[in-house]
């Protein structure tokens, strides 16, 4: 897991640094500017400029001038933009200021309305933009002036971010006013929420993160999320033993699909067993068809805890022999449907809860965090809004604090659906979230979730620990849907994800 931090968790890496270690404030910034001259020269190809280096007062500006620094001394036409006065340049950021000068450097100020104006057509004439102007401490919307300073980089066709795009929120990743948008962004020593969340990992374009010294140990101690990666998928997949048969690989009961939501129960379905699991069982009231491989049972009353013996398929199921349950897509929300609900947080099964079973909640997060056995929920920002009854705008507005919150309230495992879908462990003391990275607009389509909850079943049932086989379902989803866009185009539907997430396992698997 790579980890992301938050900016307090930043200021915090930066102070122990600096004040415990011993490592000194100036290098700091003189190796991160370095790493911001050294992405700008592969940026140029051998080109040598105009290179507009726009500058703020604080540590980002400290980084901006000494990147002006190495570029001038590799012979690139770097030039200076400082949106402040110099009195304003304190610190650290002032010395490498006052050394940019000393050797030369050229520096113009844009503090005024007036002076930009004399300036801006240099900026939009340069090859390449290095926005150094705010950095992970911005906490309000850019106006005013300033916001004409980020307006006149959001003309450049190349923009460098340093650590963040300035303008947007380092914990939430929203767009706090003006805002830049970066070809490629610089963070130091770790990665930062809003570059690699919903919506700001948007406006970062490719992200490099570079060792500043901060020690790698004390980041991973530091940091509360993490960007899942291919390697954390990998080594949590089951794998195929020789003396393995269907009743090894786990049984999958899936509750749902009910008369006019058919498709729901059979995409789950399907993708349980595209996930490895050894049996599934569809179930669902009245007559209905099912997938190749997958076994029926008809519901016309309770689910059922005991062993009936031999009877008709309309006889109860037997939750001791079922390893995972999946339930709700395609369930209804009827008085039947809660009391099967009901049943299935009683029994101690490992359960997914999805669609129509999030509804049948509402906001009685109690039923989850009582349940008996380990819980995985995985609704899309509407749900989650409901669930915690708040609007979508403030699901999204911070979605790993309410990813967070759902997962603490419910003592559940939350799988907060939407673009770099997020992951949170709410039976950890830290309710550490995981970010997901895989995905696309492919799965923007109907069933896509329904194909997540039965491949999230289908690890869960093979022995997967449930934040483990939410995190790995929600990556061989995402890897899924890309392969598919690759080949599809816009036409992906979700009938094809349940092959392509089959051959997503077997290529980071091996």
């Known amino acids: 897991m790579q980890p992301v931090v938050t900016a307090a968790e930043m200021r915090e890496l930066d102070r122990v640094t600096i004040e415990d270690i011993g490592l000194p404030a100036l290098t700091l910034m003189e190796t991160a500017g370095r790493a911001v001259a050294h992405t700008a020269l592969e940026m140029l190809d051998g080109a040598r400029g105009p290179v507009?280096?726009?500058?703020?007062?604080?540590?980002?500006?400290?980084?901006?001038?000494?990147?002006?620094?190495?570029?001038?001394?590799?012979?690139?036409?770097?030039?200076?933009?400082?949106?402040?006065?110099?009195?304003?340049?304190?610190?650290?950021?002032?010395?490498?200021?006052?050394?940019?000068?000393?050797a030369g450097g050229v520096v113009l100020s844009i503090e005024t309305p007036?002076?930009?104006?004399?300036?801006?057509?240099?900026?939009?004439?340069?090859?390449?933009?290095?926005?150094?102007?705010?950095?992970?401490?911005?906490?309000?919307p850019i106006e005013g002036h300033l916001a004409d300073v980020v307006h006149a980089m959001l003309l450049s066709p190349r923009t460098l971010a340093v650590d963040i795009p300035s303008g947007l929120d380092a914990d939430t990743g929203r767009a706090l006013g003006a805002c830049v948008i970066a070809t490629r962004t610089v963070t130091m020593a770790a990665l930062k929420i809003a570059l690699v969340s919903a919506p700001g990992f948007a406006r970062c374009g490719e992200v490099d993160i570079v060792d500043i010294g901060i020690p790698h140990q004390l980041i991973g101690t530091a940091a509360r999320a993490g960007l899942?990666?291919?390697?954390?998928?990998?080594?949590?997949?089951?794998?195929?033993?020789?003396?393995?048969?269907?009743?090894?690989?786990?049984?999958?009961?899936?509750?749902?699909?009910?008369?006019?939501?058919?498709?729901?129960?059979?995409?789950?379905?399907?993708?349980?067993?595209?996930?490895?699991?050894?049996?599934v069982t569809l179930a669902a009231d009245?007559?209905?068809?099912?997938?190749d491989s997958v076994m029926t049972r008809r519901l016309d009353g309770g689910i059922g805890s005991v062993d009936p013996g031999a009877g008709s398929e309309s006889r109860p199921l037997d939750l001791r022999r079922i390893d995972a349950i999946?339930?709700?897509?395609?369930?209804?929300?009827?008085?039947?449907?809660?009391?099967?609900?009901d049943e299935v947080l009683a029994s101690g099964v490992r359960v997914v809860l999805d669609a129509d079973a999030l509804n049948l909640i509402g906001t009685e997060l109690?039923?989850?965090?009582?349940?008996?056995?380990?819980?995985?929920?995985?609704?899309?920002?509407?749900?989650?809004?409901?669930?915690?009854g708040t609007t979508v705008d403030a699901i999204e507005a911070d979605r790993l604090a309410a990813a967070r919150a759902l997962a603490v309230k419910a003592r559940a495992i939350v799988v907060l659906k939407g673009a770099r879908t997020v992951v949170c462990d709410g039976t950890l003391d830290d309710a550490y979230c995981s970010i997901n990275p895989t995905g696309g607009p492919a799965l923007a389509t109907a069933?896509?979730?329904d194909v997540l909850a039965g491949a999230l079943g289908g690890l869960l049932a093979q022995g997967v620990a449930a934040g483990d086989a939410a995190r790995a379902a929600v990556y061989l989803h995402g890897v899924a849907g890309d392969s598919l866009s690759e080949s599809h185009g816009r036409g992906v539907v979700s009938s094809e994800l349940p092959l392509a997430l089959a051959m997503a396992i077997q290529a980071i698997a091996g």
């Not at 604080?58 to 590799?74: I, K, M, Q, W």
């Not at 007036?114 to 309000?140: K, N, P, Q, T, Y």
């Not at 999946?326 to 609900?341: C, F, S």
Request: proline letters at 4%; aromatic letters at 2%; glycine letters at 16%.
């Open 52 to 102: 507009a280096v726009v500058c703020g007062w604080g540590n980002n500006g400290g980084d901006g001038f000494v990147a002006a620094r190495v570029l001038r001394s590799h012979g690139v036409d770097a030039v200076v933009y400082l949106a402040a006065s110099r009195d304003e340049v304190k610190g650290a950021a002032g010395q490498h200021l006052a050394i940019l000068e000393k």
């Open 114 to 140: 007036e002076e930009l104006d004399g300036l801006e057509a240099e900026i939009l004439d340069a090859l390449l933009v290095i926005d150094a102007l705010f950095g992970v401490g911005l906490s309000r």
């Open 228 to 279: 899942i990666e291919r390697s954390d998928v990998a080594s949590q997949l089951p794998r195929p033993q020789l003396l393995d048969h269907k009743g090894r690989r786990g049984h999958v009961l899936v509750i749902g699909g009910a008369p006019g939501m058919r498709g729901a129960g059979r995409l789950a379905a399907t993708a349980a067993l595209r996930a490895g699991a050894g049996l």
């Open 286 to 291: 009245g007559d209905f068809e099912a997938p």
């Open 326 to 341: 999946v339930i709700g897509p395609g369930l209804g929300t009827g008085a039947e449907a809660r009391r099967r609900l």
């Open 366 to 388: 109690a039923m989850l965090a009582n349940a008996a056995g380990p819980v995985v929920i995985t609704p899309h920002p509407g749900e989650a809004a409901r669930l915690l």
């Open 447 to 449: 069933g896509s979730g």
